[in-house]
């Protein structure tokens, strides 16, 4: 079973940074990929970046591309979002999501997060214009 915490996120000012952390507990050996999706108030959950691990690839939307990077530590036990040039309209709740096994990056960031099988708790990022 695999347990994701996250951490980070806070308030910034338009233009701002910040970094956001998904540790992993109860990592295998398996294969996962991982979502980042944000939920903003009175909106649908949208995805923003995602990972795999088998060979460490990523995926981003658009509009978040140059902006966000997704990294992962030495250990591999913990996933990073680093968001630069934060807009407010990137306000919202972000949560990081787990599932075993492959499926297409794209694939899974342009649905809702929904149906993957582990989930973080969820962090606020408040951006002012």
């Known amino acids: 079973q695999l347990q994701l915490r996250q951490s980070g996120g806070g308030s910034v000012q338009a233009g701002g940074s910040l970094t956001l952390s998904c540790e992993l507990f109860?990592?295998?050996?398996?294969?996962?990929?991982i979502g980042w999706f944000r939920q903003a108030p009175g909106k649908e959950r949208e995805g923003v970046a995602g990972f795999y691990s088998g060979d460490s690839s990523t995926y981003y939307v658009d509009s978040v591309k140059g902006r966000f990077t997704v990294s992962q530590n030495n250990a591999k036990s913990t996933l990073f979002l680093q968001m630069n040039v934060l807009k407010p309209e990137e306000t919202g709740m972000y949560y990081c999501?787990?599932?075993?096994?492959?499926?297409?990056?794209?694939?899974?960031?342009?649905?809702?997060?929904?149906?993957?099988?582990?989930w973080g708790q969820g962090n606020q990022v408040n951006v002012s214009a």
């Open positions: 109860g990592y295998s050996a398996i294969n996962y990929y």
């Open positions: 999501e787990a599932s075993y096994g492959w499926r297409e990056l794209r694939t899974v960031i342009r649905g809702t997060g929904h149906d993957l099988q582990f």
